[in-house]
């Protein structure tokens, strides 16, 4: 079982430069590595949780996706998804070095509402989640993030845009606004697809952990 949770959380990562296994073995954790970071990638239904997590995990992920069959139609909103043919009915999981001090180990969570109970288990010992966002679906992004926040009220979140060919383009202080972000909350574009568009999502998260941002005075 892999250690889940930073010795320290106050150390920051020294390079945020990514590292890659090339070969068919997975590359060790480098021995010079003193933080292990457990983070939550979560997100409404079809966001491309699995995607990222495969884009940027250094080792082969650990995926749980079954097949999405005629059973699903009328109980998952397939609307603008019309290619979807899998999905995660348990979690996936994958790693990655950020420098030569920290590594990530990355949790993610089923899109689908029925299995969003399982997220508890999942967040225990999480410093922090990506929360992918879908603007074609805020609706979607907006109760995964509230039901975030409802459970676990003190995890760091940051919030990524996954760009997909048709999104709208909606201004960042729209989006805050749309889903209720704090102002300290990072929020960025990223496509899942990119390894280093989806490196820099976690990096902008693990900035947040260890950096966060001052809170905003209480109004009298
Ligand atoms: N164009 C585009 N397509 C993407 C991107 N990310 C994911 N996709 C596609 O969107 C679909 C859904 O991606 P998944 O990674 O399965 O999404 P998910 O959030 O894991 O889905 P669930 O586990 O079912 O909730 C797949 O067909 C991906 O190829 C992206 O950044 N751009
Ligand atoms: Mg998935």
Redesign the pocket.
Known sequence: MVSATSSDPHAGPADPAVQRSGGSAPEPVPASVRHSVKILVV??????????I?SVSEIVPLRT?EPMTTASVGVDDLAR?E??????VAM?FGRVTLSDQLVLYLF?T???QRFWPLWQGLATGALGALV?VDTRRLDASFSAIDQLEQHHPDLPLAVAV????NSPTVGHDQLRQALDLDPGTPLAD?????RGSAAGALISLVDHIYHPAPAAPSSP
């Open positions: 997100g409404g239904f079809g966001v491309g949780k699995t995607t990222l495969g996706e998804l290619h979807k043919t899998a999905t995660t996936d993610g089923p899109g689908q992918l996954n760009q997909f060919p990223c496509d899942a697809r990119r």
